[in-house]
């Protein structure tokens, strides 16, 4: 299969479960903290699709979340018309979306990530231009899903690149055309990669770079129950990565499966404490690593529904810095993704 066709994404997500999710409410901490929520996608997953309707009804949890961006996942790409640019289809989509949110009185995808493959080289300024008119000036970068793995059972959402793409000559000079633009990279990839983020962002230190997910600490497959061991070498790794001047990272992700963390098969959802108290060592370290003008906090919704919902999900975040200074909390939640994003 083309990996161009929208059905090419495979999912291995937890299902949503709206019931199960239900038997965990909490109250809103901090209702009037700012949010922009830098990390979300909208698709059509047959077990948990998600749109503009189903983000707008986690966003009536009570969270004061005013921005968004939408981040890509490959849904929606154009069915026909030249390759390269069927990934503009997914900032269509995402226009159309906000546009939809817009009618109910919500702003959402104020910045939209989509995908181009920065392997063109000099010739990606075609598609991010296609991007950023479809974008109708919400376009702001692009995302390079890298994490690899030759273990299978760490295939699946990556959509397999090859090993060390980001090195690849033709990529960076992708990723050069795209800071020529005025655009930033969003980088996904594994903690096992972590040492090709610091060369990638050496070698172009002049592009603004935002690490997902916290650098993709794992815990499964060949990393189940060495936690403390990935700990330490994640940590290593973060703390080399945050001399490079030029990265950012999004603050989240941990309720995806390939953290290991087993909250999802609970019986019930957890509470915010317990996640809390499960994510603080990352969250912690990457805070006191690059500081809080370059950490964002991230839903990663719908894939960490899985686990938990969106307003236990903030509160844990919440309860995470909950010693942090007001100005701190403010960078966190809402000042350096405005900044970065350009909100």
């Not at 066709?5 to 495979?10: F, L, S």
């Not at 990457?286 to 719908?302: D, K, L, Q, T, V």
């Not at 999900?313 to 309860?319: D, E, M, P, Q, V």
Request: glycine share 10%; charged share 25%; proline share 6%.
């Amino acid at each position: 299969m083309d990996k161009f066709d929208p059905r090419y994404k495979k999912s291995n997500f937890p299902q949503i479960r709206p019931d199960w999710l239900a038997l965990t409410q909490e109250e809103v901490l901090l209702p009037e903290q700012r949010i922009v929520d830098t990390h979300h996608h909208f698709w059509d997953e047959e077990s948990a699709p998600y749109h503009a309707g189903d983000l707008l009804a986690d966003l009536r949890g009570g969270h004061a979340v005013e921005a968004t961006v939408l981040v890509e996942c490959k849904a929606r790409y154009r069915a026909d018309g030249p390759v390269h640019l069927r990934p503009v289809g997914e900032t269509e989509f995402a226009v159309a979306q906000a546009e939809h949110a817009a009618r109910q009185g919500v702003n959402v995808c104020q910045g939209i990530v989509g995908w181009a493959d920065l392997q063109l080289g000099e010739r990606v300024e075609e598609v991010l231009a296609a991007h950023a008119e479809a974008g109708k000036g919400r376009f702001r970068g692009v995302r390079c899903r890298a994490a690899w793995s030759d273990d299978p059972v760490l295939a699946g959402p990556a959509d397999g690149p090859p090993a060390g793409l980001v090195l690849e000559a033709d990529f960076q000079a992708g990723v050069r055309t795209l800071t020529r633009m005025g655009y930033s990279l969003d980088l996904w990839l594994y903690h096992t990669q972590l040492g090709d983020a610091i060369r990638l962002a050496q070698d172009c230190a002049e592009t603004p770079v935002v690490l997902n997910h916290v650098g993709g600490p794992l815990g499964i497959g060949p990393f189940a129950g060495r936690r403390a061991e990935v700990f330490d070498v994640w940590r290593r790794d973060m703390l080399a990565l945050a001399r490079c001047a030029n990265v950012h990272v999004k603050l989240g992700g941990l309720a995806m499966p390939r953290t290991g963390f087993p909250f999802a098969s609970a019986a019930a959802p957890v509470s915010s404490e317990e996640l809390a108290a499960a994510w603080r060592p990352y969250i912690e370290t990457c805070i006191e690593a690059f500081g809080a003008e370059r950490c964002m906090f991230e839903s990663n919704f719908p894939v960490d529904k899985g686990m938990c919902g969106y307003t236990v999900l903030w509160n844990a975040f919440k309860r995470v810095v909950g010693g942090a200074s007001v100005g701190e909390r403010e960078a966190l939640f809402d000042g350096t993704a405005r900044v970065f994003y350009r909100i």
